[in-house]
């Protein structure tokens, strides 16, 4: 499992509380990634990060906010604005501009009570 | 931006017999189509990629193959084993997009011993 990190493994929240989930690597890969996950579906990209200090909207970015600080870390936030946000959240990175494969963190499920 | 449509969303197979699962895509710029597994609660991992300059690969009991003038690719897994269960994603990006990937809705594949 080296490599790329997540915290925590589970993570339970109040209607109306935000939440910060970590993403930590130690590949020294530029770019980051956020993908929501729910049954039955495919990885939807909420934010992503090709460079310390910078970050894009993906497609579902609503509701949501990061920041990139650190090349190593990618933290996600999900705000009380977030209508549904009970989901399984993975973080990725990738290595360089030429280089395709991204590998995922373990992953974090995020429930709303 | 870029669709992929993957089917069957639900495979289910003899062990020893083969299974096939195939992805297509919309974006004609799209040049990178990498296939995930993931098992229940885990993170997706890579099984196999392709890219746009090769028509097939393979790797053991695995294989892709790429179409790109029908704008589609299949995930081929021959002599299937009950550890060859679990979800299979398929995706497809643009190296000069930033790395995004967009994903299939996955397919369940069961192997029945």
């Known amino acids: 499992d080296g490599g790329i990190t997540q915290s925590p493994k589970y993570l339970f929240r109040k209607e109306g509380q935000n939440v910060t989930l970590s993403c930590e690597q130690n590949l020294n890969h530029d770019a980051m990634y956020w993908y929501r996950q729910d049954p039955g579906q495919g990885l939807r990209l909420i934010y992503y990060s090709q460079i310390v200090n910078d970050f894009q909207k993906g497609d579902i970015a609503e509701g949501y906010s990061v920041s990139r600080e650190k090349k190593e870390s990618f933290p996600l936030t999900v705000t009380s604005a977030q209508k549904n946000p009970t989901a399984f959240y993975l973080c990725a990175s990738r290595a360089e501009r030429l280089i395709d494969e991204q590998f995922f963190g373990p992953g974090t499920r995020l429930t709303v009570l | 931006g870029e669709n992929v449509e993957q089917h069957p969303s639900t495979l289910s197979v003899q062990e020893g017999d083969s299974a096939v699962i195939k992805c297509t895509y919309s974006?004609?710029?799209?040049?990178?189509f990498p296939w995930y597994k993931q098992e229940l609660g885990k993170r997706p991992q890579l099984i196999i990629d392709?890219?746009?300059?090769?028509g097939e690969k393979k790797d053991q009991r695995i294989a892709v193959t790429l179409n790109k003038t029908a704008k589609h690719f299949s995930l081929h897994i021959t002599e299937t084993q009950p550890e060859d269960s679990a979800v299979y994603f398929c995706a497809a990006s643009r190296s000069t997009n930033a790395g995004k990937s967009t994903f299939g809705d996955g397919t369940t594949l069961t192997v029945k011993p």
């Open positions: 392709i890219r746009s300059n090769v």
């Open positions: 974006d004609s710029a799209s040049n990178y």
